[in-house]
């Protein structure tokens, strides 16, 4: 059970890491030589950040058209769902072998 438990933490961080690099290869190959400096500031008196709407539907669109900025967000959401899968996992694995503590 840990192993699989270990295997999940794991492999979900390996694939996040693996979505926002992907990501961030095509935020620098769509931009070309023209300074992104721009794209990755934080700026807290424009919310949201820049023209870019954080909203589900625009990233699940953003995935579809290969929007790097969507792709990122994505694999930000992925790091995010890892340790709720995690206790899902747990819940599932602890109720097979029927231990209800």
Do not use: C, K, W
Request: aromatic share 6%.
């Amino acid at each position: 059970m840990n192993a699989l438990i270990s295997g999940l933490l794991r492999y979900g961080v390996i694939l996040s890491a693996a979505i926002i690099a992907i990501g961030t290869v095509l935020l620098l190959l769509s931009n070309g030589s023209q300074d992104i400096s721009q794209l990755v500031v934080y700026n807290p008196n424009q919310l949201p950040h820049g023209n870019f709407d954080p909203s589900l539907g625009h990233m699940f669109a953003g995935l579809v058209a290969l929007d790097p900025q969507s792709i990122i967000e994505f694999g930000v959401l992925v790091l995010l769902a890892t340790p709720a899968a995690r206790v899902l996992l747990s819940v599932f694995l602890f109720t097979a072998e029927g231990d209800r503590t």
